[in-house]
C-alpha cells in the first residue's frame, strides 16, 4: 500500500464519522466507499521481476496504446505507450537497471493520455536511464484526472530492473522509448503489468545471447 492511501482514506473515514452524528448514519455510507476506493487505488502489490538480462519491462499497469517509430532530438526511436487507467496500479517502476543520468519535469496540459499527442503536451517526468549498454527514456505522463507525478530517485543514483521509482495519481500514461535495434514484445491491445511484463529486448542483450549460443554449438560439436 502507498502511503497516500492512507491519508485519503483517513480523512474519509474522519468525514464519515462527521457526516453520520450530524445527520444519519446511512449519509456515511458515502464517504466510506470513497475511502474504501482510496485505499484500493494505492495498491501496491509485489511484483515477479524477469532476471533475463536485457529485457525492458513495463514502468506500469495498463493497456498498450501504441507501438511505433518516432523521431527523437532527430533520431529515431521505438515508442511504447501504455494508458493507465483509474483501475490500474498507479506505482512506477524502473524499466532496466542502470543509473539515472537525467531527471526532467515539464510542465504541461492534462490532456486525455489516450491521446499521442498528450506524449509531447502534457505535464510529464522525462527520465532517462543507463543500462545494458544503452539509453533508456521513460516518462511519466498526467491524464485529464492526474495533478501530481512523484519520482522518489535523483540523478546518479542506482536503479534495479523493476525498482519502485514513482506514483501518477489518477488517470495517467507512461511511455518508454527505446533504440530502434530493440526487439519489440508487445502489441497495441495487450495488458502489461509493472515491472513483470517484458516490454522488448535490448538488441546488445540478443547478440550476447546468440553469441553464447554459437559457443555452446561449437563446443558441442567437438
Not at 533504440?179 to 529486448?201: C, F, M, P, W
Not at 542483450?205 to 563446443?219: I, K, P
Amino acid at each position: 500500500m502507498v502511503r497516500d492511501g492512507y491519508y485519503y482514506a483517513a480523512l474519509f473515514f474522519a468525514a464519515a464519522l462527521l457526516v453520520g452524528w450530524l445527520t444519519a448514519p446511512a449519509w456515511a455510507v458515502v464517504p466510506v466507499l470513497f475511502a474504501a476506493f482510496f485505499l484500493w487505488f494505492f495498491r501496491d502489490p509485489e511484483r515477479a521481476i524477469p532476471a533475463t538480462a536485457g529485457v525492458v519491462v513495463s514502468p506500469g499497469d495498463g493497456k498498450v496504446t501504441e507501438v511505433s517509430a518516432v523521431l527523437v532530438n532527430a533520431a529515431e526511436r521505438l515508442r511504447i505507450s501504455i494508458f493507465l487507467s483509474v483501475f490500474d496500479v498507479h506505482v512506477n517502476r524502473s524499466p532496466v537497471a542502470g543509473v539515472i543520468r537525467d531527471v526532467r519535469y515539464q510542465r504541461g496540459k492534462y490532456l486525455n493520455a489516450m491521446n499521442p499527442v498528450s506524449a509531447e503536451h502534457n505535464e510529464q517526468n522525462i527520465v532517462t536511464v543507463e543500462g545494458d549498454g544503452q539509453i533508456v527514456v521513460f516518462k511519466q505522463i498526467a491524464g485529464l484526472l492526474a495533478r501530481r507525478i512523484v519520482f522518489t530517485k535523483k540523478i546518479g543514483d542506482e536503479v534495479k530492473r523493476g525498482e519502485r521509482v514513482g506514483l501518477i495519481k489518477f488517470g495517467s500514461r507512461v511511455d518508454v522509448l527505446l533504440d530502434r535495434s530493440a526487439t519489440v514484445n508487445v502489441k497495441v491491445g495487450d495488458r502489461v503489468k509493472g515491472g513483470a511484463s517484458v516490454l522488448a529486448y535490448l538488441s546488445s542483450s540478443r547478440e550476447e545471447l546468440a553469441t553464447v549460443g554459437r559457443e555452446v554449438v561449437r563446443e558441442g560439436g567437438r
